[in-house]
């Protein structure tokens, strides 16, 4: 059965980088879209950024965008969300997920898989 692993969060100060891992283990990504989303106190969980690990679809939210990039190592299985120039307003707790289908779906409800999730602080 595929589990998801997220790592990487921390505690930065504002205008520092991060970067969070998605390792899958019990078997590939081969087929699966891969994601990651982020949920404030009191917010909804939102769409950061993903990629279709077997396509060529790949999108980050239009608001992060300069900011935030993926980048993939096939041999580890690891789906990673670069995060540069962080803001406070992006502390939250940061989840990997994923499904096997050949769509890049925006919408949580969408994936059946989900990692534990990371959180990542950003003090001013």
């Known amino acids: 059965q595929v589990q998801l692993m997220e790592s990487g969060g921390g505690t930065v100060q504002a205008g520092d980088s991060l970067r969070l891992g998605c390792t899958v283990s019990?078997?590939?990504?081969?087929?699966?879209?891969v994601v990651w989303f982020r949920q404030a106190p009191g917010k909804e969980r939102e769409f950061v950024a993903g990629?279709?690990?077997?396509?060529?679809?790949?999108r980050v939210a239009e608001a992060l965008k300069g900011r935030f990039a993926l980048s993939r190592d096939n041999a580890k299985n690891t789906l990673y969300l670069q995060m540069n120039s962080l803001k406070p307003e992006d502390t939250a707790v940061y989840f990997c997920?994923?499904?096997?289908?050949?769509?890049?779906?925006?919408?949580?409800?969408?994936?059946?898989?989900w990692g534990q999730g990371t959180q990542v602080t950003v003090s001013s």
């Open positions: 997920a994923t499904r096997s289908m050949w769509r890049l779906i925006a919408r949580a409800s969408d994936y059946d898989r």
């Open positions: 019990g078997g590939t990504f081969d087929g699966y879209t």
């Open positions: 990629l279709m690990w077997s396509g060529s679809d790949i």
